[in-house]
């Protein structure tokens, strides 16, 4: 089988290809600073290679390859993917030899090359005049407004979520409370919109409250201390709940039970509410009783809002959410995408982040505008490793993230050593 052969690529050649070129092609993105709804993303479609040909042999090696690094690579920060093309298609255009081998001295030398060309050598600290750059080259009106408004409520700390919904208007909000969305028994809101309290007293019970006498010393207490207390559970059976309530509405009692539906999604709550509030949960797998338990002087929270949603918490001061946390993100790692956990421990560590900054995308807001404002939450991430200057004021892209420069260096090499080891190379149209 013959190998193939890289012939003279002219300079006006390599300028037409550019990703930009290529047709419509959808994708979601998915990252760390990230979490939004599947939205056509990129209108690119990089198996579209039409102005060059490849030995027949490898035409789908090739192109799957290139286009698959050059994908992940716009995925990670906006602009690297048509950065890592340009260096490929030039790399093959000035080594106008018979590839038979991976020479990691030259491709070293070449990449170098590359970043001197276009780089300041410099590598700045990560600040706010940076950033100011970035949004100024953004060419959306609508996202350079957003992007600045996040810019002025967020902080170093902040972890960043965006989600396109159905409201009129765009929504930014930031919150060092965990707002829980899980289904409960409305009932114990007495038919208002929400209960806050400002200080209770808690019990987490890993079960269902079969009679009045198993929380008797409980509602005892209650009765004389006249606290708040808040019961989470998975149920209770109707005189319990008749009690509860008709004491409350006297107002002898301040008890407000939180009883979780049986579902998927509230499988696992009481674990993650029991890791914010870092308190222990009542289970008869550890041989505890619900009587014993409620004997027991219960822990003093801060701020709870019972809601029609949900529940919004304050976390306790300790460590117990970053174990929690640490161990979920562990587990996700290790799982594929189309995994059916993967969304919902996505969204569980999501739930458990605090000093995070939601944006509620309007109706209104274009898939242009949502390609920017994620690329500026992405930059935000990785401009922290330190900054890049192009050396051109008139590049597409201006600022590199020294972790964007890591990732196009391993791109770029993985794709010549593949190349090299298929034996075939990019060639121009011979027409």
């Given at each position: 089988m013959?190998?193939?052969?890289v012939k003279?690529?002219?300079e006006?050649t390599?300028?037409s290809?550019?990703l930009s070129s290529f047709?419509k092609?959808q994708k979601?993105?998915?990252?760390n600073s990230?979490?939004?709804e599947p939205?056509d993303?990129?209108?690119?479609?990089?198996?579209n290679?039409?102005n060059y040909?490849?030995?027949s042999?490898?035409?789908?090696?090739?192109?799957s390859?290139?286009?698959?690094?050059?994908?992940?690579?716009e995925?990670?920060?906006?602009?690297?993917?048509?950065?890592l093309?340009?260096?490929?298609?030039?790399?093959y255009?000035?080594?106008?030899?018979r590839?038979s081998?991976?020479k990691?001295?030259?491709v070293?030398?070449f990449?170098n090359?590359f970043?001197?060309e276009?780089?300041?050598?410099e590598?700045f600290?990560?600040?706010?005049?940076?950033v100011?750059?970035?949004?100024?080259?953004?060419?959306?009106?609508k996202?350079r407004e957003?992007?600045k408004?996040i810019?002025?409520?967020?902080?170093?700390?902040?972890?960043?979520?965006?989600e396109?919904?159905?409201?009129?208007k765009t929504v930014?909000r930031k919150?060092?409370?965990?707002?829980l969305k899980l289904?409960y028994d409305?009932d114990?809101?007495?038919r208002k919109n929400k209960i806050?309290?400002s200080?209770?007293?808690?019990?987490?019970i890993?079960?269902?409250?079969?009679?009045?006498?198993?929380?008797?010393?409980?509602?005892?207490?209650?009765?004389?201390?006249?606290?708040?207390?808040v019961?989470?559970?998975?149920?209770?059976?109707?005189?319990?709940?008749?009690?509860?309530m008709l004491?409350?509405?006297?107002?002898?009692?301040?008890?407000y039970?939180v009883c979780?539906e049986?579902?998927?999604?509230n499988?696992?709550?009481?674990?993650d509410?029991a890791?914010?509030?870092?308190?222990?949960?009542?289970?008869?797998?550890?041989?505890?009783?619900?009587?014993?338990?409620?004997?027991?002087d219960?822990k003093i929270?801060?701020d709870?809002t019972?809601?029609?949603?949900g529940?919004i918490?304050k976390?306790d001061?300790g460590?117990s959410i970053?174990?929690?946390?640490d161990?979920?993100e562990?587990?996700?790692?290790?799982?594929?995408d189309?995994?059916?956990n993967?969304?919902?421990?996505?969204?569980?560590?999501?739930?458990?982040?605090?000093n995070?900054v939601?944006?509620?995308l309007s109706t209104?807001?274009?898939?242009?505008?949502m390609?920017e404002?994620?690329g500026?939450?992405k930059?935000i991430?990785?401009g922290?490793?330190?900054?890049?200057?192009?050396k051109?004021i008139?590049?597409k892209k201006k600022?590199f993230?020294?972790?964007?420069?890591?990732?196009?260096?391993?791109k770029?090499?993985?794709i010549?050593?593949?190349?090299?080891?298929?034996g075939c190379?990019?060639?121009?149209?011979e027409?």
């Open positions: 013959s190998k193939g052969f003279v690529l002219d006006n390599i300028k290809i550019t047709s092609y979601d993105i998915q990252n990230v979490i939004c939205i993303v990129l209108k690119r479609d990089y198996l290679f039409i040909s490849f030995d042999n490898f035409n789908l090696s090739v192109k390859l290139i286009s698959g690094e050059v994908w992940e690579s995925c990670y920060a906006v602009g690297l993917g048509d950065t093309l340009d260096l490929v298609l030039k790399y255009s000035k080594n106008r030899y590839i081998e991976y990691e001295l030259d070293k030398e990449l090359r970043l001197n276009n780089l300041k050598n590598v600290l990560f600040s706010r005049d940076h100011e750059i970035y949004i100024d080259s953004l060419s959306e009106r996202s957003i992007c408004n810019l002025n409520i967020m902080s170093s700390d902040d972890t960043v979520y965006m396109k919904t159905n409201r009129e930014i919150s060092e409370k965990l707002n289904s409305l114990y809101l007495f806050y309290l200080e209770y007293r808690v019990i987490l890993d079960g269902f409250i079969d009679s009045v006498g198993e929380i008797h010393h409980l509602l005892h207490k209650a009765n004389e201390s006249k606290e708040n207390y019961i989470f559970c998975k149920g209770m059976r109707d005189d319990v709940k008749h009690t509860i004491n409350v509405e006297r107002n002898t009692l301040n008890v039970p979780l049986i579902n998927e999604e499988v696992n709550v009481l674990s509410i890791s914010i509030l870092n308190v222990e949960i009542v289970s008869s797998l550890k041989g505890d009783t619900i009587s014993q338990a409620v004997k027991e219960l929270r801060k709870i019972l809601g029609k949603h529940i918490l976390p001061i460590n970053k174990i929690q946390k161990y979920l562990k587990k996700v790692s290790g799982m594929c189309n995994n059916p993967f969304s919902y421990i996505k969204k569980r560590i999501k739930d458990l982040t605090s995070k939601n944006i509620e209104k807001i274009s898939n242009n505008d390609i404002i994620d500026f939450l930059f991430n990785h922290k490793s330190g900054i890049l200057m192009s051109d008139k590049a600022i993230s020294k972790n964007e420069i890591i990732v196009l260096d391993r770029f090499k993985s010549v050593k593949s190349i090299s080891n298929l190379v990019i060639i121009s149209d027409r």
